[in-house]
């Protein structure tokens, strides 16, 4: 069983930065974060596995995702944020060692998610 615990969410202005991390409990070989706002579905946001990254056109070149192997730690940096980056942010993660590369920003490549962080970005 893996735990995820995330932090870092908050309220932000329209243009601004903010950094969410989520730190798990054993070993993972994918992490990802989603994101869900209200009335909407679930999407991915960014991903990573065997040092490889992933974005949702909706966010590149504006998020970074990165972890610290050491501290077991998953991050998510968020810069030039608009009002549609409004959601509650969840991490995902996963230790199956069979998984396609081209479905980490799908929820159902993870078996093990967090209890959410709120953004709210403020125009």
């Known amino acids: 069983q893996v735990q995820l615990v995330e932090s870092g969410g908050g309220s932000v202005q329209s243009g601004g930065s903010l950094r969410l991390s989520c730190a798990a409990s054993?070993?993972?070989?994918?992490m990802g974060w989603f994101r869900q706002a209200p009335g909407k579905e679930r999407e991915g946001v960014a991903a990573?596995?065997?040092?490889?990254?992933n974005y949702a056109d909706s966010v590149k070149g504006r998020f970074t995702i990165s972890q610290d192997n050491a501290k077991n730690t998953l991050y998510l940096q968020m810069n030039s944020v608009t009002p549609e980056d409004t959601a509650m942010y969840y991490c995902?993660?996963?230790?199956?060692?069979?998984?396609?590369?081209?479905?980490?920003?799908?929820?159902?490549?993870?078996?093990?998610w967090g209890q959410g962080t709120q953004v709210t970005v403020s125009s």
């Open positions: 995902a993660a996963g230790r199956s060692p069979f998984f396609s590369m081209s479905r980490l920003l799908v929820s159902t490549s993870y078996d093990y």
């Open positions: 054993g070993y993972t070989n994918k």
């Open positions: 990573i596995a065997r040092g490889i990254t």
